[in-house]
Structure formats: C-alpha cells, structure tokens
C-alpha cells in the first residue's frame, strides 16, 4: 500500500507544474496578459519607481541559488556535495523565504528536522526523533553560534533567545554527532552571524517592520561597518504579538553585536555579545474535544487545580551572553581556534502548581588545534562548560512568589576531548574521530534540614567515535556511509523537572548506521539527496505526566529509529528575458516509522508501539518563483501524517496539511534596497496542534496552533 504522505507529494509537485505550465502558457501566448501584470506592478509601485532606474538598478533574483554550498561541519571546509556527512545548509536568503518572525517554518523545510511552537515563544526542536524527551525547550541536540557553545553544561539550548534576522546562516548536522560536538544524539546545528555583509570601508543600514495577526509587531534595525582589519555590526530587534489563545502572548527585546577583528595577517578575534529580554505566556494543554469546539481556549480549571489564565502562566528570560574566539596561524599548516563564554540567565515561571524563580551562570572554553599536511587533515581538542544554578520554588499565587517550598543550588560539568582525522584520497574521502565525555553533577537541597547536603549524579567517561566515507562517483555525484556512536546525558530538566524532586537517570546512547547519495545533476539545475538510517537508541529517557500535569522522567528500555530521508531542489525555469525569470521547486520527504524496544513500564509492556511524539510520514514542498518586474512569489506545502500522543499509542493527533504564502517586490534602487511582502499562514484553515504535550494527564495533550492569518512588511536597505 502506498503512503498517504507519497500520494500528498505526487499531488503536490503535480499541481505545481501544472501552474507552471498555465502561467507560461499565459505569458507566452498572451502579450496583452503581461502588458496587464505589467501595469499592475507600475501602479502598485509607482512611489518606488519615481526614485529613477538608472543603469545600477539591479533585479533580485533566486534566493534557492544552485551556487556551491560550503559547509564547516567536522573541520570539513568543502563543498557540501563533497562532505562525508548528512549535513544541510540553510543560505541568509532561505531563511528570509517566509516572514521575519520565527524560525519554525525554515527548519521544517529540512526532511527529519522538526520544529514545534507550543505557543508564541515556546520552541521544541528535534532532528529524526529526538522530541521523545523535550516537553519544552531544544535538548538532545547541540547548538553552537560562531563555534561557540550556546548550549549549556545543563543540556538546555535557549533557543527562542535568537532572533531570526540575526542569523546569516545555520548548518543542520543529523543523526549522532558527539565525535566532535560532544553530549547528543539527534545532531547538532551551527548558527552563524556573518558582520561581513557591507563593501570595505562602507557603512550599512538596515531596517524591517512587519504587521500582522493577533497585533502582531516585529521590527529589526542593523547597523554593519567593515573596513580593511575590522568588521562589526549592532543590532535592535523588538517582537510582540498577543497570541491566538488565552494566555499566549509574547514580547522580546534583543540587542546583538558582532565583531570580527584582524589583528594581524595570523590572528583573527571574533566576538558575540547579545542581550534578550524574552516574556511569553504558557496557555498549556487542553483536551481534543475543547480544541475541536473552542481552538483558542487555554488549560482549564479542574476541581483541584487552576487553570493558566487564573495563575498567569507564563515564563520570563532575561540573558546577557558574551562569547569570544581567538583564530591563529602558526604557520607550515597548522592552527587554533580557541573560545570562551560566560553567560547570565534570570528566569521566572509561573506554572500551574508552582512558581519556579532560577538563576544560572554558565561559562566554559573551547579550543581546536588544526594541522594541515599533504592530503591529511587532523583536528583535536577540547570543550568544557560549568552551570550554576539556583532554584527557588514557591507557591504560585496568581502570578506572583508565594510561601518557599524548595530552595536548590544545582552545579553541572561537562568536558570532552576530541580528535579526528580527515583523509583525502583520489576520490575518496575518509573522516575518523573519536571523543571522550564525561559529565558531572551534584545538588544540594538548602531548604531540607535533613538533606541540606551535596549529593552527586557523575556518568561514567562515555567513548563516542564516529567513521564515514564518501565516494566520488564523478564529478557531481557521491556515496557516502556514516558510523557514528551518540550519547546524551540527563539534562538539568531532566533530573530536577517540574515536580520538583531529583530523579536518578542514566545517559541514553545508540548506534548509528546510514548511507546515502548527493550530488547535482542538469548542468546545476537539480540538487538531490537521499539517505536511510538505523539508529538503535538505549536507555531511552522518556517523559511522564503525575496526576498534576507535572512532568518527569525515566529511562525506558530503548528504541529502533530506521528512516528514509529524499530532498532535492530544481530549476524549472532560469532565463533573464522571460516574464518568469526563475521558478524552483523543491521537495522534502521524511518517512520516519520508529517503534519502542524492550521498553517496560510497571506491568505494561510498549516494545513495538509506535514512538511517541513522531509522525511516520512528512513532506513538504516549496516553490519560489521570480519575475522581471522584481515581483516574487514563495508558496510552502506541509504534509504531516498523525502523529502519537501516549506510549501506549491510544491517542493520536490528526495529520494537518498546512499552506503558506509569501508575496513581494524586491529590488535595488541606486543605493537602496527595498522589499515590500505580504503573507499568510496555513490558507486551508486547519485546526491542528504544533506542539502536543505528550502522555499529558487529564487528556490534556493539544496546543492548538493560529489559524488563517496574515502577515505583511517592508524592509529597506542603505
């Protein structure tokens, strides 16, 4: 039997091409038709055009471009074809395709990467399964910016810190990546903010305004200047939207520097300093039945407990980060990077059954040496980072701190040390590497007489090597194989979650197998790839609901992650003198039927159910098209099969089918760059959930995402 999600796909790629075909068929055979659209675009930027267009005046083109993709993951440096990994790379102008506001809908286009929004503010992030175990919050995944750790030494990634326009790119590494990155199992991703935008010796401005649904308002302001030896841009970014529920609300202040500073023609200091005032509203879970009645409702009230509204859930996040790197070149092929970071969260959550206040400092180091010789690349190192948290937990009265009930200081160490071999042979490409890890940790409970003593959770050293080879068939297409180990120790979340007690758990690890192919084909037209994996994961830590909604965890037997990735990006149109300059499609697909192994809880036995929290099937496909009067149009279609709600698999949540348009003009007018855009969100109008509260109590388990909604804004550089 087919899949749905194969037929969703079919249906999808066909519609397009047959609008493809009906518009040329237009353009071509109708001059009157594009005299028409032509007018149009004159009158609808008439204001814009009386600025003048000299022979400067420039048209944007393709912002899916089939240029050479380099990629850095592994100390690789190569072209992303070549690389003997499962590496994608998201460009500055893919992730400007949608709206300027989050990044759900740019990580969603990549085949097993998932990305969910409980609510505005409130992201989940996994790569090929690794959501089993993230209520909330980007575990199991480790997340660098610049090379530099933004995940802490507690396993959590503050990621709804980071402001979309901040990013000029980010490299998505999936499936185990703990050879080099140190504690995960579902991958790592690479954020960069590239200063280097502006000509040497010129500044440039650059401001954004977005209006939408829900009193939505997002506006950024960039200032970048770039001489001969120094590079640095300042940013100021302001978000707010009132959210589509009760009790979803959000607003974030952010402001951001970067420098890049030559010190010499061997040394090169970098620099990232950024400041986020972060508050969001937690509307939390409701049953399937309020959300097919009454979508915008928050949790409500029981007999025993409050509901969101009444105890004004919601979380507070105010962090000051700021992390250097040290490049240096000592000559006759080899190098080092080495960096350093300290950072201060202030964080208040006002929950259902407690109001939780924590304050955590966090710094650590990082440092790469790099020797080059002949065909030989060698790279080894180290990192090491050090939480300090203090918890504070109170009665929640309302919003406000009530009577104490548990005062915790929390410290946790992780290091690792590394090394890796990156080989180069005629057309083959070998890379070997290896890690040691360890992570250590110890509480104490100030409040508790009796137990107001250091207690310690220390993993053994954990061994993580990785092997791959990649195979140059000819000169646009490769093989490739990955072997590689995983590891990922409980995060701070974890062992101390919500209840408020301390869990004894022990890492979960798992080998990974894969293969795959890439490469480009039609004279760089078309860009594919293509890999299945089996990832057999131990020890698996799973979430767990107590009768209060609260969450906690234990290690639960393991699960068997075999799955089929396809992704490819084509041209179907790329000539200068058409109406329609350029039209891309491209198409991912993620066939992920993971099932439970061994997994037994109390008397009830899971092996062989479906793993929760994961759709089997998603496919999506975006299509970009560019026209001659700087008009250009970005359509994306997401095919999401049901997804598992319960270990027991006795609740699911329905598959949605989920449209997004973006409309524009973009041009270049002299010395200033102008976008206007228009857009809208999930045009069919579904009523579906972008982040389900898994094994939830009370039936609680949807967070109903927005329906239709628009969004529109100008962005102007000079």
Known sequence: MIPAIVFYGIVSCVATLLLYVFIAALVSNSTAFYKKLK????????????????????????????????VIAFGGTRNWKDAPAAIVLINKNQLQRFDNKTLVPVFNTVAGVRMEERSPGSYRLSIRGSLLRSPFGVRNIKVYWNDIPLTDAGGNTYLN??????????????????????????????????????????????????????????????????????????????????????????????????????????????????????????????????????????????????????????????????????????????????????????????????????????????TVFEMNCLKVKWLTGAEWQQNISHINNYTNNSGKPGSLMYDDEVHVAQYFLFTQFNVQFDKLTAQAGISANQQLLKYNRVSDSIYNYWQHQNTNILIAPRFSLLYNINKTVSLYGIVSKGFSPPTLAEVRPSTNQFYDLQP???????????????????????????????????????????????????????????????????????????????????????????????????????????????????????????????????????????????????GYKLLQLKIGYKKQLNKIVLDIFFGADNLLNETYSLGNDLNAAGGRYFNPAPQRNYFAGISIGF
């Open 39 to 70: 007018a149009l675009s004159f009158l609808l930027f008439f204001s814009f055009k009386l600025l003048g267009q000299t022979d400067s005046t420039k048209n944007f083109n393709d912002t899916a471009t089939l240029e050479t993709v380099t």
């Open 161 to 366: 810190l980071v402001d979309i326009s901040q990013l000029s790119s980010i490299e998505i590494i999936k499936g185990p990546a703990s050879s080099m990155y140190g504690a995960n199992t579902g991958g790592a991703v690479l954020l960069k903010s590239n200063p280097y935008s502006s000509p040497k010796g010129n500044n440039k401005i650059s401001a954004n305004i977005e209006k939408g649904s829900y009193s939505l308002f997002n506006e950024q302001i960039n200032y970048n200047h770039q001489t001969k030896n120094l590079c640095f841009s300042l940013q100021q970014s302001h978000y707010q939207n009132d959210g589509y529920r009760q009790q979803s609300a959000m607003r974030k202040d952010a402001i951001q520097g970067d420098l890049n500073w030559n010190i010499s023609n061997k040394e090169t200091l970098s620099a990232l300093l950024f400041y986020t005032n972060l508050y969001y509203e937690t509307p939390g879970g409701i049953t399937k039945q309020q959300m097919d009645s009454l979508p915008t409702l928050a949790r409500q009230p029981t007999a025993t407990l409050p509901g969101a509204v009444e105890q004004n859930a919601g979380v507070y996040n105010k962090t000051g980060f700021a992390g250097f790197s040290l490049h240096s070149n000592f000559g006759r092929g080899w190098s080092n990077t080495t960096s350093a970071t300290i950072n201060h969260t202030d964080f208040k959550n006002p929950f259902i059954t407690n109001y939780e206040h924590r304050k955590e400092l966090n710094y650590g180091a990082r």
């Open 508 to 654: 979960e690890y798992g080998w990974n197998i894969e293969g795959g192919i890439k490469g480009t084909a039609l004279h760089n037209r078309f860009k594919f790839d293509a890999s299945v994996y089996s990832f057999n994961l131990q020890h698996a830590i799973v979430q767990q609901t107590d009768s209060t909604g609260a969450g906690y965890f234990t290690n639960a037997g393991g699960t068997k992650q075999n799955g089929l990735e396809i992704w490819f990006n084509i041209y179907l149109i790329r000539n200068d003198h058409q109406f329609i300059k350029s039209l891309t499609l491209a198409n991912s697909f993620a066939y992920q039927p993971y099932i439970f192994n061994n997994y037994i809880s109390g008397v009830k036995n899971y092996s062989g159910n479906h793993l929760t929290g994961v759709p089997k099937n998603v496919n999506v496909t975006t299509l970009d098209v560019y026209t001659k009067p700087s008009i250009y149009l970005t359509a994306n279609f997401n095919y999401t099969s049901s997804i598992p709600l319960t270990d027991a698999n006795d609740v699911y949540a329905d």
